[in-house]
């Protein structure tokens, strides 16, 4: 069998990959008080609040795709194929991995997300956020 990858050892690419991050909201129970009155007329702390920061809870923010690296993931160290079925994929897969994002235990790329130039990464990365589009 003859598997063909659209990056070869040793290429330079650049990618893209999605992230999503926490952020630190204001509680909309208390409404940053900490602490309200129940129907008792007693004053309690805020459970919904009462972990971390008081006042405060923590909401993940939706993932956006970024260009890596500022644009640069590096060259191109092993790749690899998965087959439709192998692991939890239902389809054929060519994963890499690049230099700069670790070799062995680094980052693994699919395919999909890698490119041969910068302006392709950015104008990929743009469309992906666009269209909402999921990993």
Wanted: aromatic fraction near 12%; hydrophobic fraction near 30%.
């Amino acid at each position: 069998m003859i598997i063909e990858t659209k990056f070869n050892l040793g290429q330079e690419v650049w990618g893209t990959s999605l992230h999503g991050s926490n952020q630190q909201v204001i509680c909309p129970e208390c409404l940053g008080k900490f602490e309200f009155k129940n129907p008792a007329g007693n004053t309690v702390q805020c459970f919904k609040c009462s972990y971390g920061t008081p006042g405060y809870i923590i909401e993940y923010v939706r993932e956006q795709w970024h260009t890596h690296f500022l644009g640069r993931v590096g060259k191109i160290a092993p790749i690899r194929f998965k087959t439709q079925g192998e692991g939890r994929y239902d389809k054929d897969r060519v994963e890499y991995m690049c230099e700069i994002t670790g070799v062995s235990s680094g980052t693994v790329w699919y395919e999909d997300n890698l490119f041969d130039s910068l302006e392709e990464a950015d104008k990929e990365t743009k469309y992906r956020n666009d269209h909402n589009v999921q990993a």
